[in-house]
């Protein structure tokens, strides 16, 4: 599966299936903060990610003086 | 995973609440949270006009959606800061969402009007860009929203800036910052009422909002806010909220509950000694406003 991260952007290619969870233990992304969309649908933990999808690991923290 | 209303397959696991939710659940969900801090803290009354501040990212496009979906009269405003391709792209977000709305987006382009951008401003200044950023915003909406006879400013601050800021303040035992830190701080002579009303919805959930609600928003962040401390905040908060979900909420609902009647007298003392700013009318303490201030050092830099 292609993984593209943020901050700084980045793709990987890991090998699936594995669930939305698991991906973010192993990738080390705390997911409090972030939201995962698996080929454009946003998907929850427990979603388990085929070997030729496109995952984004979208950051959601913002941060600065608003 | 499936939704806890309606059992339809969910797209979006709430660990806060112990619960998932599917697209129409969720998004009845973060109306209801909204109206809810509308209604405890008397944010906006029948009738009133409101302002939203506008940055084209998650939160306040969030806001502006769910204001106008629950039939407020909103109108956004956009402030133009001149950070580069990060400004210009942010200006096209909050457009290209007013003109698929037909809303009315006003704005302020600082360059233009004052003469300073955030880059060169704040250095001239010596203040950090978030602080002269903070500044530039608080002063500009509140004067927008009076020249403009708005009622309410309404920011898209959310669950997770309120707690990161109250860490923040408790870090530094900050009595000042700490009484005056609440959901809705009321109108005065020279101050319109600002409200926050995203303060129930923590910044994941108003992502997937606009994710699910097909509203693209500037997902970069702010390149003048890299390793800002309210960001390192927010992750120390996030470590905790992973190992125990619904902490952020504890902390900030509990703070409003039980520590803030007893610290609102510290905010109450620093009114005292107010009056109006030679160079804009705005109220101050000091000789002249910060703003003002601000704009006498970092104009004319560009």
């Keep these: 599966m292609r993984v593209l991260l943020r901050n700084p952007s980045r793709e990987l290619d890991l090998p699936g299936p594995i669930a939305v969870s698991a991906l973010l233990e192993r990738l080390d992304v705390n997911r409090e903060s972030v939201l995962v969309i698996v080929d454009g649908t946003l998907v929850t933990g427990d979603t388990s990610v085929d070997d030729t999808a496109t995952v984004e690991v979208r950051p959601v923290i913002s941060g600065g003086a608003r | ?302």
């Design chain 2, 1 to 302: 995973m499936k939704c806890r209303s309606c059992r339809a397959p969910a797209v979006i696991d709430v660990r806060r609440h112990n619960a998932g939710f599917c697209h129409p659940c969720f998004v009845r969900h973060c109306r209801e949270q909204v109206e809810r801090s509308i209604r405890a803290y008397d944010m906006i009354r029948p009738g009133e006009r409101v302002l939203v501040a506008v940055s084209g990212g998650k939160d306040s496009l969030a806001l502006w959606d769910i204001l106008l979906d629950t039939g407020v009269d909103a109108d956004g405003l956009y402030l133009g800061l001149g950070i580069a391709d990060y400004s210009d792209e942010s200006g096209r977000y909050a457009r290209a969402y007013a003109t698929k709305r037909g809303a009315r987006l006003v704005e302020i382009d600082l360059p233009e009007a004052f003469g300073y951008d955030i880059p060169t401003g704040s250095a001239a200044a010596r203040r950090a860009p978030c602080s002269a950023c903070g500044l530039s915003k608080r002063h500009l909406f509140n004067q927008a929203a009076l020249d403009g006879s708005y009622d309410v400013v309404a920011t898209g601050h959310n669950l997770d800036d309120e707690a990161a800021v109250l860490f923040g303040n408790v870090l530094r035992w900050d009595l000042a910052y700490l009484g005056r830190q609440y959901p809705v701080l009321p109108g005065s002579h020279g101050f319109a009422r600002k409200v926050k009303p995203l303060v129930r919805l923590s910044e994941r959930e108003t992502a997937a909002y606009c994710v699910l609600q097909g509203i693209d928003y500037i997902v970069d962040e702010c390149p003048m806010s890299s390793g800002n401390r309210h960001i390192g905040y927010k992750e120390a908060l996030n470590e905790i909220e992973a190992r125990s979900p619904g902490s952020k909420a504890s902390f900030y609902f509990g703070f409003l509950e039980r520590v803030s009647p007893l610290v609102a007298s510290a905010a109450e003392e620093e009114k005292e000694g107010l009056h109006p700013c030679p160079g804009c009318g705005s109220p101050t303490v000091s000789e002249i406003c910060a703003f003002c201030k601000l704009v006498e050092r970092a104009g004319g830099h560009l």
